[in-house]
């Protein structure tokens, strides 16, 4: 009932910046909070940083001071400004969003297909 479209990931160098998209569409009541994952290869899934519905954010202490994660209400969408990127921040970046649908009545979380963000000279 909701598709999560990502997109902005790349190949950058370290010390550069990628901002990642996350849009959601379906039959949307309500979204709640949304949020960015990472994983790398042979890692566990990891939280980057959320947003709740009414701003207040949170961040993983190897992401903090460098990325910075916002939301768009009227485009249902989140973003993540990455900052001062690091050879250890490459993986693939999910997106995750509790949303509630009416049709039918459900409040669950939703995960997007990924982007691939590569840091390296």
């Known amino acids: 009932q909701v598709q999560l479209v990502e997109s902005g990931g790349g190949l950058v160098q370290p010390g550069g910046s990628l901002r990642l998209s996350c849009a959601a569409s379906?039959?949307?009541?309500?979204?709640?909070?949304m949020a960015w994952y990472r994983q790398a290869p042979g890692k566990q899934r990891e939280l980057v940083a959320n947003?709740?519905?009414?701003?207040?954010?949170t961040y993983a202490d190897s992401v903090k001071g460098r990325f910075t994660i916002s939301r768009d209400n009227v485009k249902n969408t989140v973003y993540l400004q990455m900052n001062s990127l690091k050879p250890e921040d490459t993986a693939l970046y999910l997106c995750?969003?509790?949303?509630?649908?009416?049709?039918?009545?459900?409040?669950?979380?939703?995960w997007g297909q990924g982007t691939q963000v590569t840091v390296s000279s």
């Open positions: 947003i709740l519905g009414g701003g207040t954010t």
């Open positions: 379906g039959r949307i009541a309500s979204i709640y909070d």
């Open positions: 995750n969003v509790v949303a509630r649908t009416n049709f039918p009545p459900s409040v669950r979380g939703y």
